[in-house]
């Protein structure tokens, strides 16, 4: 990778260093995806079938999977994958089980009482990438929390032809609606509904800078109603690391994401530049050792190295940058963990790569990307559910409540909101009057 000294750059030059690919900025992208969502939106079916055939080379005449289908591809699974799924959704199912949350009822004064509930969503959409690296985990990632959160109806897609244990994850999280359809037409299935596949309240899941802006455009599109978990397009990592780290380690790590697909990036951050060129020559050798070489070399071309003073300095072109995947292999890694501000998912030590959050430590891998970590929050069971505001007033309440949302309500020249109250405040002094 590049080796960049971090002081040696100027404003212009240290945004340079922190952009990202320039495949994920292809001004064609928001064209080519528009055309597939719109296909998809008046033809329906027979547009997914058309670009199953057109993108992924399969002729299909159904495209959900049959009962007998699921039972099928489940059998062909072996036993190590399924004893390693077991362990997976145990860690996942505990971690997300304690997202669980607890409605909040409060008094905020005399007869007022405000409470905070949740309630499920009823209808999610769940994308599992497929193609080159069929994303077994991502079924667990969000299945799952969709299952402790309640979702009613739970719609898995994913490219075909769908991986057997793909479809024995899915069975195992409880989902029985899947259906062969992957991309950007997929997506947009989801949103607009067709014969085949329901449309759903939000939808779930990563992929490739087609699917990512596919999301982000039916969920500003004005004929449906759908919303998005995340930004969470191509794979990408930072590793922070002083002279202890070891550079095998590292330069896994850089290749686990590199090997996504090459729209990734991998960035190391450190203060030792001797650290920087072992690193580099363990990629070298580690590369030829992997099948998907010529996808990690593409996605090491807008990767680098940055050369900072120390780790203050790199927490901080960190957070400038924003990383889905955070690395710190530091002699005292939890020692940064305070001064990180922008990050999907943090991995603290030497004997923590990101490998365990992707797959079966228990913490979700639906990450944001692109820098969104500065605002954006990694995949939890709340975004499963929506929260929704109570407040209850009793006729105490409204008499010292009253006096205030009138003069606001005036203050504001909102003379209709202001008599809803004044209404009410009339009847009861009337009641009273009565009384007396």
């Known amino acids: 990778m590049q080796i960049l000294n971090w002081q040696d750059l100027n404003q212009t030059e240290r945004r340079t260093a922190l952009s990202r690919s320039a495949l994920v900025g292809d001004e064609s992208l928001e064209q080519s995806v528009s055309a597939i969502v719109n296909k998809v939106q008046t033809d329906k079916d027979a547009a997914l079938l058309s670009y199953n055939q057109q993108f992924d080379g399969v002729s299909l005449t159904e495209l959900r999977l049959s009962a007998e289908q699921i039972d099928a591809a489940c059998a062909r699974v072996n036993g190590d994958i399924k004893q390693a799924i077991a362990q997976a959704m145990a860690n996942?199912?505990?971690?997300?089980?304690?997202?669980?949350?607890?409605?909040?009822s409060i008094e905020t004064q005399d007869g007022i009482r405000c409470e905070l509930r949740s309630e499920a969503i009823e209808k999610v959409g769940l994308y599992i990438p497929g193609g080159t690296a069929p994303l077994i985990s991502t079924v667990m990632m969000l299945a799952l929390p969709a299952k402790i959160a309640g979702c009613e109806q739970r719609v898995l897609v994913s490219p075909p032809p769908i991986n057997d244990a793909i479809v024995y994850a899915a069975k195992q999280c409880g989902i029985?609606?899947?259906?062969?359809?992957?991309?950007?037409?997929?997506?947009?299935?989801?949103?607009?509904?067709?014969?085949?596949?329901?449309?759903?309240?939000?939808?779930?899941?990563?992929?490739?800078?087609?699917?990512?802006?596919a999301k982000r455009l039916v969920s500003q599109d004005s004929r449906c109603v759908v919303s998005i978990d995340m930004p969470a397009g191509p794979s990408?990592?930072?590793?922070?690391?002083?002279?202890?780290?070891?550079?095998?380690f590292i330069a896994a790590d850089l290749l686990s994401q590199a090997e996504h697909g090459p729209d990734s990036q991998v960035m190391l951050v450190t203060n030792c530049e001797t650290l920087a060129n072992k690193v580099n020559a363990a990629l070298n050798r580690q590369l030829e050792a992997l099948p998907r070489m010529e996808i990690a070399q593409l996605a090491l071309e807008s990767s680098r190295t940055l050369l900072v003073t120390d780790m203050k300095q790199a927490t901080l072109v960190s957070n400038l940058y924003g990383p889905e995947h955070l690395i710190v292999q530091t002699e005292t890694p939890r020692e940064l963990l305070n001064s990180i501000r922008a990050a999907g998912s943090v991995f603290l030590g030497a004997y923590t790569p990101e490998s365990v959050g992707d797959y079966a430590s228990g913490t979700n891998h639906v990450l944001p990307t692109y820098g969104y970590s500065r605002a954006v929050s990694s995949l939890s069971l709340a975004d499963f559910s929506r929260r929704f505001t109570v407040q209850e007033l009793t006729a105490d309440g409204l008499l010292g409540l009253g006096e205030t949302v009138m003069t606001l309500a005036a203050a504001e020249q909102l003379d209709a909101h202001k008599n809803a109250v004044k209404v009410r405040l009339d009847s009861l002094s009337l009641q009273e009057g009565k009384a007396s």
Do not use: C
Request: charged share 20%; aromatic share 10%; net charge negative.
């Open 92 to 104: 996942i199912e505990s971690f997300h089980q304690a997202q669980k949350f607890a409605p909040i």
């Open 176 to 213: 029985n609606e899947i259906y062969q359809v992957g991309g950007a037409q997929a997506i947009a299935a989801l949103a607009f509904g067709t014969e085949s596949i329901p449309a759903v309240d939000k939808i779930f899941g990563p992929g490739n800078r087609f699917v990512t802006e």
């Open 236 to 248: 990408e990592v930072l590793v922070i690391a002083d002279k202890t780290a070891n550079p095998e």
